[in-house]
RNA sequence: AGCGGGGUAGGGCAGCCUGGAGUGCCCGUCGGGCUCAUAACCCGAAAGCCGGUCGUUCAAAUCGACCCCCCGCUACCA
């Protein structure tokens, strides 16, 4: 059976998400690799393999962080919120990163469906009140959350450690537990403050989780296990509350309490659905509930977040489907090293972008990213490695010397192509060839392997390098065979029109440049690849043909790893 | 400490679930071919006790046990 034949009959509709990108500083290029790329990648696959599919994302706008870092910053949480976000929307832009709709988690739409959530969850009794014993400075008048007490580990004797585990022993513990506490901020002992906090029952949620993971085959099983491990260790209700003074929603009927971020965070996916089909006049239900299927995209940090918490609200909710899959990989890493400031191993998505055009990182974390929860490390070597050889000497060679080819030997026009049956041995092969990889690119994608995807295109592009060679039109012109090298040309024109069509989802720049040079005037990305097989490239006019991408010299290499971090 | 992931030619990886000659990919090295093309492309060769030990099996990189090393995670830090 041929996968590509099934493209024709998928019509279901898919939503998918990237985790929120927290609006507290800048996108760095690791964040692209775990989750935004891949679900961008994914989601323009499967548009162009026929499905419904939009892909939805919001910033995240609420929280401590935010709250605190706006203050140091000497501006309300709402502009150092907007300052962030506007940023990030320009790297997602520049990145090609393309969202269906990009919301943000305070907008009023969030609150709405915020509430509903909670209100919903209280009515059917997955919501109680507690009181709850927390640390409050009387001088910052906060309550203390984790990293804003200091102290002594209760288990070590470590001094100088934050309220919610130890850096010295790895011992995890409270706030409250913390030996000889001090105010983080102002270094005031905190006093002992009891309040009223609204817990989520997620542990009454164990059995429903547990069966879902389980016989939710979509899921990696890496991943299960480990949320399954979870459940097994037994989980704990989740205080959803925030003190005032804090960054979010004010929890309604109650005063100076705040929805806990991560409990607003994932509603947004939806509200934001909800906004795009308003927007649209399209229908919403479709993307979030019944047959719809939903792909989380997350990076392993917030697993938990996504295979337990949000799916125990929506179980709770029971209004809106669960995750069909959530795509979680490992962290990008720059040469082996987690990217953080402290460190000066931080490449900014915009310092990069200063350098290097955007599919360049698209191919090349493509390219290393597997579909697992595994890490892989950005290499400058390596980097300029993929570009020149993959992208450069393998793909933009073989275009440009189709293309060359065509201009110099048949005056810009692509010959006309014959059909399957008027072929023989090398040629009829390298044509089944071309009709097959559509086929294979889809299945390996399909499953969310978006790297085997990449690496299967890859290859069919070495074969047809493989088959020009062998094939040898320009010794067929210098002989005169013209019509014998028109077969080959034709052929290798084809192969490029395809490789263009299925690259289309990792680089789309590129993509576009060898589409249009290879004559198209239509619009690459409506091309379905169901329809690879109909594709006509005879007769179209080849424009002026050069390379699409650029070699990266080892002194710019030198210069930017120097500058950047990572050398 | 527990849990998760990993240890496969000089480097980076796939293969492992569903055992079948180390099967394979990219780069590097060495040799050859080609000259359409971005000094690109193609072919060939050298190079591995598949982390270690013990087991199961006719057969183990693959299954099981134990051990060693690396990385990560451990809920109110997105």
New binding site residues.
């Given amino acids: 059976m041929t996968h590509i034949l099934q493209v024709f009959v998928i019509s279901e509709k898919v939503l998918v998400t990237a ?4 609006a ?1 500083g800048l996108l760095h290029i690791a ?1 692209v690799r775990s ?1 935004y790329l891949p679900a961008d990648v994914f989601s323009r696959f499967l548009k162009a393999t026929g499905r419904d599919a939009i892909y939805i994302c919001a910033s ?1 706008d609420h ?4 709250e605190v870092n706006a203050a140091k910053r000497g501006v309300s949480p709402e502009e150092h919120v907007a300052f962030f976000r506007k940023k990030q929307v320009r790297d997602f832009k520049d990145l090609g990163i393309e969202f269906d709709f990009f919301s943000r988690s305070s907008g009023k739409v969030n609150r709405e469906f915020s509430d509903f959530f909670f209100n919903t969850l209280k009515e059917k009794g997955f919501i109680e009140e507690r009181e709850v014993l927390h640390r409050f400075c009387p001088k910052c008048k906060r309550f203390l ?3 804003f007490v200091k102290g002594t580990c209760p288990f070590c004797g470590a001094f100088d450690q934050y ?3 130890c850096e010295e022993c ?1 011992k ?1 513990y ?2 409250v537990d913390l030996l000889d506490p001090k105010c983080a901020q102002c270094g005031t002992v905190p006093v002992e403050k009891a309040g009223k906090h609204f817990f989520f029952k ?1 542990s009454s949620f164990s059995g429903k989780l547990k069966s879902w993971l389980e016989s939710n085959n979509a899921l990696q ?2 991943v299960k ?2 949320a399954l ?2 459940i097994e ?4 209700d ?2 959803i509350t ?1 003190d005032a003074p804090y960054c979010g929603f004010e929890i309604p009927g109650e005063k100076d309490k705040y929805y ?3 409990f607003d965070a994932p509603i947004a996916y939806f509200s934001s659905v909800a906004q795009w089909a308003k927007e649209k006049g399209v229908e919403f239900d479709g993307f979030v509930s019944g047959d719809a299927k939903i792909y989380h995209f997350i ?4 697993l ?2 996504h295979y ?1 918490f949000w799916p125990a609200m929506l179980l709770g909710v029971e209004k809106f489907s669960l995750p069909f899959a959530i795509p979680t990989r ?2 990008g890493l720059l040469a ?1 090293k ?1 990217m953080s400031k402290s460190r000066g191993s931080f490449i900014t998505v915009e310092d990069f972008l200063k350098e290097f055009p955007a599919d360049y990182l698209r191919y090349y974390w493509s390219a ?1 990213t ?1 579909y ?6 950005f290499f400058w070597g ?1 980097f300029q ?1 993929r570009v020149n ?13 189709t293309l ?2 065509v201009k ?1 030997n048949f005056d810009s026009k692509v010959p006309e192509i014959l059909k399957p049956r008027q072929l023989a041995g090398a040629e009829k092969e390298f044509d089944a060839a071309i009709s097959r990889v559509a086929g294979d690119v889809f299945s390996a994608m399909d499953s969310g392997d978006l790297k085997k995807g990449l ?1 299967v295109l ?2 069919f592009v ?1 074969e047809c ?2 088959y ?3 094939s ?4 067929l012109v ?1 002989e005169g065979k013209d019509s014998s090298a028109s077969v080959s040309v034709s052929l290798c024109a084809k192969a490029v029109a395809t490789v263009a069509v299925l690259a289309f989802p990792f680089v789309p720049v590129s993509s576009r440049d060898i589409w249009s040079q290879l004559g198209f005037s239509s619009e690459l990305e409506k091309v379905k690849w169901g329809s690879l097989k109909s594709l006509s490239v005879g007769g179209l006019v080849i424009k002026n043909p050069k ?5 990266i010299e080892d002194s710019v290499i030198k210069k930017v790893s120097r500058d950047l971090g990572g050398a």
């Fill in positions: 985790a929120l990108p927290y507290n964040h989750t995240d929280g401590t962080p935010i959350p984790d990293r309220g919610d585990g790895g995890i409270r706030p997620l099983s890496e296990n480990y491990k979870w260790e037994g989980l704990e989740w205080d925030r806990y971020v991560w990076g392993k940090d917030i938990y977040h337990l490992g962290h082996g987690k290393t597997s697992s929860m595994q890490d892989g490390s390596d490695r050889d993959d992208l450069a000497n393998t793909l933009g060679n073989f275009v440009n010397r060359v080819f110099n690496e890859m290859d070495r390098n493989k020009f060679n062998d040898k039109p320009w010794q210098k390379p699409v991408f650029k070699k």
